[in-house]
């Protein structure tokens, strides 16, 4: 069983809407700060949102501010990433990342211990 597993990728035509959960496994410790990251084939894995344990501190970076927004459910251990305004260069695997051992978010890969398998979105011009 994974730790994080990803939903609700799919096809979309730009200017359209996505929203991605990430569901925690119940038997993981619970997730302190959580993020999306995404990457297209040869490209590195690049940060896209990330959000505090308590839900109230998102980051975002500049590609996507103003069209995603992240949330959190901690008692139902899930993590949303609603995606408007998509534009083709959204295309790619979308990852959903935890970690146990900071509170706030991180625009890094390497302050994620846990990861999913990802999930494919495709935006269509």
């Known amino acids: 069983q994974e730790d994080l597993v990803e939903s609700g990728g799919g096809l979309v035509q730009a200017g359209g809407s996505l929203r991605l959960s990430c569901a925690v496994s119940?038997?993981?410790?619970?997730?302190?700060?959580m993020g999306w990251f995404r990457q297209v084939p040869g490209k590195e894995r690049e940060f896209a949102a990330a959000?505090?344990?308590?839900?109230?501190?998102?980051h975002y970076a500049d590609s996507v501010k103003g069209r995603f927004t992240i949330s959190r459910d901690n008692a139902k251990r899930m993590v949303f990433l609603q995606m408007d305004s998509l534009k083709p260069e959204d295309t790619g695997v979308y990852y959903c990342a935890g970690t146990g051992r900071r509170v706030l978010p991180s625009p890094h890969l390497k302050d994620y211990e846990y990861w999913g398998q990802g999930t494919q979105v495709t935006v269509s011009s």
């Open positions: 119940p038997r993981t410790f619970i997730m302190h700060a």
């Open positions: 959000i505090s344990y308590t839900g109230d501190i998102p």
